[in-house]
């Protein structure tokens, strides 16, 4: 079925809609804006140094999450 945006699948639904027991398939992006992690991609740089706040600008984010089957309690 197609929702009323036909270039995405489904509809759209709050995260609060999924259910224990759906098999989901999550679609993972990445920060356009992010700052590089290491300017000296040679030198290698730990955590501290890095900060966590760079940290964080690199983990994936959800960008949609589309239910393959339903639960069993459905």
Do not use: W
């Amino acid at each position: 079925m197609k929702g009323p945006d036909k270039k995405l699948p489904g509809f759209p639904a709050e995260f609060d809609a999924l259910a224990t027991g759906e098999m989901v398939q999550v679609s993972l992006v990445r920060k356009k804006d992010a700052k590089p992690m290491n300017p000296n991609p040679g030198v290698p740089k730990p955590k501290d140094v890095v900060g966590e706040d760079a940290l964080a600008d690199h983990l994936p984010l959800v960008s949609m999450i589309v239910v393959v089957q339903q639960g069993e309690n459905k």
